[in-house]
């Protein structure tokens, strides 16, 4: 059975740091693409990072120089470092695997992903 878990979300003010964690099991994706992805109240689900099977990634423009993803692949793990929070990044979270995709781009559309976790709130403060 493959499982995507993430974990790593709560409650920060803004200004703060998180450090998000998706761990996978079942399969292992290390040349698949990677991806988060968030979903606030009201709000279609956007792509947030994506990274590569190599280490390329893309961000979306509102996460672009604040959030970082990153892959390890030895521990089945992906990351998305998310520093600078502001209350406009309050969503769920989620982890996204994309099978067979071998570029990183923020246009990767949910439709395209064919695994998912179960997601993990964040919240920032004003």
């Known amino acids: 059975q493959v499982q995507l878990v993430e974990s790593g979300g709560g409650l920060v003010q803004t200004g703060g740091s998180l450090r998000l964690s998706c761990t996978t099991s079942?399969?292992?994706?290390?040349?698949?693409?990677m991806a988060w992805f968030r979903q606030a109240p009201g709000k279609e689900p956007e792509s947030v990072a994506v990274?590569?099977?190599?280490?390329?990634?893309d961000y979306a423009l509102p996460v672009k120089g604040r959030f970082t993803i990153s892959r390890d692949n030895a521990k089945n793990t992906v990351y998305l470092q998310m520093n600078s929070l502001k209350p406009e990044d309050t969503a769920v979270y989620y982890c996204?695997?994309?099978?067979?995709?071998?570029?990183?781009?923020?246009?990767?559309?949910?439709?395209?992903?064919?695994?998912w976790g179960q997601g993990t709130q964040v919240t920032v403060s004003s």
């Open positions: 996204a695997a994309a099978v067979g995709m071998g570029y990183a781009s923020r246009w990767l559309l949910p439709q395209n992903c064919d695994y």
């Open positions: 990274i590569n099977w190599s280490g390329d990634t």
């Open positions: 079942g399969r292992t994706f290390s040349r698949d693409v």
